[in-house]
C-alpha cells in the first residue's frame, strides 16, 4: 500500500508587504491601518464637507438667507410709531459746500423752496458734515447701526454716497428731499391733493419714467418704469426707508465680493448706478414695500401706467409724472406750465453719468440719447442687429469714415 506524503499548501504572499497572508504580522499591520483610518476619517469627513461647504456656498448658506429674509421683511412690516402725525415740516438738500458758497445757478434753485415754504425748517448736508450726520444719527447714540456708518464711510462714489445720504435723511428725520438743482415751483402743501388727509399720507412720490412698452429691450428696459427721487418727501422711521436702506447695503457687498475688490474700489457703470441706488433700487423697494403691506399679493406698475392723477397706496402717495418730472419729452410728461407741475428738475447738477459709462456703440452711441421715441429706438436697434452681421474689415471701414464727434 502506497502512503502518499502530506504537503502544505502554498502561502499565498501579500502583493504589497510579500508577506503571507497568514502572517501574524500581516495582521498586525491590518489592524494599526484600521485603527489609523478610524482616528483620521472624521478629519478627512470634515475637510470634504468645508470643501462642498465653499464649492456651494450659495446652496448651503440658503436657509441662512431665507431666515434673514423673514426677519428683514418683519422688520419691514412694523407699523409707524404714533407719535408722527403728519410729515415734518422740513427741506433737506445735499451738495458739495454750503448755500454761503453756491454758484448762482445753484443759488437760484434752492432760495425757492425756502421762498414758497417759509414755515418749513431748510436745511443743506455738505461733503463735510454728511459724515458726521451719519455716524450722530446711526452711531451709538443714535439708531447704533455701526453696520451702515461703516459703509457709508467706505464708500467712494460721489453718487453712490449722495442718493444713500438722502435715504439716510428721510429714515431719520423725514420732510421733503430735493436735489440742488430742483426748483419748487408750487408750495408743498399743494403736494397732497385735496381729497387726502395729512394724516394717512406716509410718503409721497412722482413717476419719473413710464414706458413700460421698452420692459424687454437688452438697454432700456432695467430703467423703463420708475419712480422719481430727486424730489420725495416721508415721514421719519418709514419701513420703505430702511427696507431701500439695506437693500443697497446688501448690493454693494454683494457687488464688492463678485468684482473681487473692496467696497471703496468699486467702479460703476451707468446702469450699475441706477439700479444700485437710483431710480430703478427706489422703485423696487417701494413696490416691495407695497406688496408687503398688500398682504403679499404683488403690487405691480400697472396702477401707476398712464397715471392721470395720483394714487394712494397703503400710506404710499403715488403722483402722476407732471407731478416730478414734467417737461422730460417723454412718458407724457407734460411740461412746467402746467398747473399740475410742482418742481423743475434743471439737471445742471447731474454730472455723474459722465463718471459712469452707459452702453456705448462705437458707431451708433447711446441709445438713451433717443429720450424713449420709438422710431429711434428702433432704428438703433435695427443699425445694432445689421452691424453685428458684418465682417471685422467692413466694420473697421465704417468707423473710419464716421465724422468725428462735436
Not at 506524503?5 to 501574524?24: A, Q
Not at 473681487?260 to 423697494?285: C, H, K, R, Y
Amino acid at each position: 500500500m502506497q502512503t502518499r506524503s502530506f504537503r502544505p499548501p502554498p502561502l499565498k504572499l501579500h502583493l504589497d508587504t510579500k508577506m503571507p497572508v497568514h502572517s501574524p504580522i500581516a495582521s498586525h499591520f491590518r489592524s494599526r491601518l484600521t485603527t489609523q483610518v478610524r482616528r483620521v476619517l472624521p478629519a478627512y469627513l470634515a475637510l470634504l464637507f468645508i470643501i462642498l461647504l465653499f464649492a456651494n456656498t450659495h446652496f448651503f448658506t440658503a436657509p441662512i438667507r431665507a431666515a434673514h429674509k423673514y426677519r428683514r421683511e418683519l422688520k419691514y412690516q412694523q407699523p409707524l410709531q404714533a407719535s408722527t402725525t403728519t410729515i415734518p415740516k422740513k427741506i433737506w438738500q445735499t451738495w458739495k459746500q454750503g448755500p454761503l458758497t453756491f454758484e448762482q445757478r445753484d443759488s437760484d434753485t434752492a432760495k425757492t423752496w425756502p421762498a414758497k415754504n417759509p414755515n418749513y425748517r431748510y436745511e443743506v448736508l455738505t461733503d463735510d458734515n454728511a459724515l458726521e450726520y451719519v455716524e450722530e444719527h446711526y452711531g451709538v447714540h443714535g439708531f447704533n447701526r455701526p453696520d451702515i456708518v461703516d459703509l457709508y464711510r467706505a464708500l467712494n462714489i460721489t453718487i453712490i454716497r449722495a442718493d444713500l445720504l438722502r435715504y439716510l435723511i428721510m429714515y431719520a428725520e423725514g420732510g421733503v428731499y430735493a436735489d440742488i438743482d430742483v426748483e419748487c415751483l408750487r408750495p408743498v402743501h399743494r403736494f397732497i391733493p385735496e381729497r387726502y388727509a395729512e394724516l394717512e399720507v406716509d410718503m409721497i412720490i412722482g413717476v419719473e419714467i413710464d414706458e413700460p412698452a421698452f420692459a424687454g429691450h437688452p438697454v432700456l428696459g432695467s430703467k423703463c418704469k420708475s419712480f422719481c427721487q430727486w424730489t420725495f418727501a416721508a415721514k421719519p422711521r418709514l419701513p420703505v426707508m430702511m427696507r431701500l436702506i439695506e437693500n443697497i447695503q446688501e448690493w454693494v457687498h454683494n457687488l464688492s465680493k463678485t468684482k473681487g475688490v473692496p467696497v471703496g474700489q468699486l467702479e460703476l457703470d451707468f446702469n450699475e448706478v441706477i439700479s444700485g441706488t437710483g431710480p430703478s433700487a427706489f422703485t423696487d423697494a417701494v413696490l416691495a414695500q407695497m406688496t408687503a403691506m398688500n398682504g403679499g399679493k404683488e403690487v405691480t406698475w400697472d396702477p401707476f401706467h398712464n397715471l392721470a392723477e395720483s394714487r394712494l397706496v397703503h400710506g404710499i402717495l403715488v403722483l402722476n409724472v407732471e407731478a416730478f418730472a414734467a417737461g422730460q419729452g417723454h412718458s407724457d410728461s407734460g411740461n412746467h406750465d402746467s398747473r399740475g407741475a410742482l418742481v423743475k428738475h434743471h439737471y445742471h447738477a447731474s454730472g455723474w453719468p459722465s463718471l459712469h459709462p452707459r452702453r456705448n456703440h462705437p458707431m451708433y452711441g447711446e441709445v438713451e440719447k433717443c429720450n424713449w421715441k420709438v422710431e429711434c429706438i428702433a432704428e438703433w436697434d435695427k443699425n445694432v442687429a445689421d452691424w453685428d452681421k458684418l465682417p471685422k474689415e467692413e466694420q473697421d471701414k465704417l468707423l473710419a469714415s464716421k465724422p468725428p464727434q462735436k
